[in-house]
Structure formats: structure tokens, C-alpha cells
């Protein structure tokens, strides 16, 4: 799953409308931060094997340290200690904590049986990569929901509050979009310069919310 997550990201604004929007978008995408440098680590592997669902091209043979959910559950405290002690702000790390956790759920909703609830578990996966349309139509729903939670529970404080916000909203579908449509990576390792782009994804998301502010309930 891909904009589903940052679909979370922008709904959890609604649980802490006073943290910034960069933060949310780090906590979904937390997981997969994480998961580059258990790759270079050795730690973790996965395959490019085209074929292997009927969306996605990547094989996730091995990755209990970053995608079981026990340690989903063990991240999403570490961050969410984390921007507590920086903020002092409890609805912001719940939202934090919530984001991490919920990166396991909705990988478990798309992907097949790949996903451990510990190392060394069975593997469990709904399976919804399968199916292209039902992929989808179901991040295309959850990304417009997502957007519209936020826009009801911010307001722009000037240009850059809009432009920004949606300039990150189309480089969001136009990656998705092209990830759809285009080839496969070339190797694993090309999955490293991944990293870079996510966190192109939080600053533009930091800026923006920047420039926006909660509105009062």
C-alpha cells in the first residue's frame, strides 16, 4: 500500500491537530524507513519477482524486524517516545503511535500471506493486491477521504498553505501513478533510493502544514 498510508497520515490530524502534518506522514511511513537499512543490514530480504501478485512485483521473503506486528507495536512506542519527549503533546504521540501500528494493518489488508505477527511467526496477508482495480479503488478511496479529513481540520494562513499542499498531493498520485504503470526495479537495491523520495514526501508535508493551521472546533 502506498497513498493508503498517507491517507492515515492526513485522517490523523483529527487526533492531534496541533502536530505537524510532517510528523504523521513520518509515523505511517515509519516501517518503511526502517526497512532500507535492515535490507543493507542483511537483516531482511526481498526479491524482484514479477508476477508475484498482479500489483506489485516485489517478493518480501524476509522482513520480521521491521513488518511483524510485534515490533510495529515496539517502533510505533520508540517514536512515539520520541516526539513526546521533544513536544510534551499526548493526542500528538498517540496519533504518532497509531500511524506506526497502522502501517502493519493496511500492508496486511494488500499484501499476501507475507506479513509475521513476530519473528519467526506464520505469515498472514488478505491478499488484495490480486486484484489492480480492487487495489485501486480502495487506496484512490481511502487517500480522498484522508484529504478531505484534513482540509475540514485546517485552513490555508497563506498562498504557500495551498500551493504547497497541493503540489504535495499530485507528486503523491503522479508517484503512485507511475509506479503502477511503469516497469519493475531494476534489483533490490534500486528499492534504496526509495528512502530519499519518502522523505522528500515529509519535508513537502512539513512545509505545507507550516503554512496551515488547525481550525477551531
Same mark, same amino acid.
Given at each position: 500500500? =502506498? ?13 492531534? +491537530? ?6 504523521? #506522514?513520518?509515523? *505511517?511511513? @515509519? ?8 535490507? #543493507? ?18 517478493? @518480501? ?17 520508540? @517514536? ?15 496519533? #504518532?503511535?497509531?500511524? *506506526?501500528?497502522?502501517?502493519? =494493518? ?9 506479513? +509475521? ?17 480492487? !487495489?485501486?479503488?480502495?487506496? =484512490?478511496?481511502? @487517500? ?17 498553505? !495551498? $500551493? ?11 508517484? $503512485? ?17 526509495? !528512502? ?22
Amino acid at each position: 500500500m =502506498f497513498i493508503g498510508h498517507f491517507a492515515v497520515g492526513l485522517a490523523l490530524k483529527r487526533v492531534a +491537530p496541533q502536530t505537524n502534518l510532517g510528523w504523521l #506522514i513520518a509515523a *505511517v511511513c @515509519f516501517l518503511d524507513l526502517l526497512w532500507p537499512l535492515f535490507l #543493507i543490514a542483511g537483516l531482511e530480504t526481498v526479491e524482484i519477482d514479477p508476477g508475484n501478485t498482479a500489483f506489485t512485483p516485489l517478493n @518480501f521473503i524476509s522482513y520480521p524486524y521491521t513488518h511483524s506486528l510485534a515490533m510495529a507495536v515496539v517502533w510505533s512506542i520508540i @517514536f512515539a517516545g520520541i516526539y513526546l519527549a521533544v513536544t510534551k503533546y499526548r493526542s500528538g504521540a498517540i496519533a #504518532i503511535g497509531l500511524g *506506526v501500528v497502522s502501517h502493519w =494493518f493496511l500492508d496486511w489488508v494488500v499484501h499476501r500471506a507475507d506479513l +509475521p505477527l513476530y519473528p519467526g511467526s506464520e505469515k498472514y496477508g488478505l491478499g488484495v493486491w490480486n486484484s489492480v482495480p480492487a !487495489t485501486l479503488v480502495l487506496e =484512490f478511496a481511502m @487517500f480522498g477521504v484522508g484529504l478531505w479529513i484534513y482540509l475540514k481540520m485546517t485552513r490555508s494562513l497563506d498562498r504557500i498553505g !495551498t $500551493y504547497v499542499l497541493w503540489i504535495f498531493v499530485a507528486i503523491l498520485l503522479l508517484s $503512485y501513478i507511475g509506479n503502477v504503470l511503469g516497469p519493475p526495479p531494476p534489483s533490490a537495491s534500486a528499492l534504496l533510493f526509495f !528512502t530519499p523520495v519518502v522523505w522528500l514526501y515529509i519535508a513537502l508535508a512539513t512545509w505545507t502544514d507550516r503554512h496551515r493551521q488547525a481550525k477551531a472546533n
